[in-house]
């Protein structure tokens, strides 16, 4: 699925990506509303990790939905 099927379906998709990154709370996939850069951000932010690693992660999540 290509990001902008995943934007435009995230009331589904928020279930996994909730799955994949426990630390992301309801509020955090709210604000997020299926934006690429808003939730590479958060998943940065969230596990202390670097943006590159946060893009890699997002990356292998859009390629699984």
Request: hydrophobic share 30%.
């Amino acid at each position: 699925m290509n990001w902008s099927q995943i934007e435009g379906n995230w009331k589904q998709v928020k279930g996994q990506a909730q799955q994949q990154w426990g630390k992301l709370t309801d509020d955090d996939l709210d604000v997020i509303d299926g934006k690429r850069e808003e939730l590479v951000g958060k998943v940065q932010e969230r596990y202390g990790i670097s943006k590159e690693q946060a893009e890699q992660e997002v990356n292998e999540f859009s390629s699984r939905c």
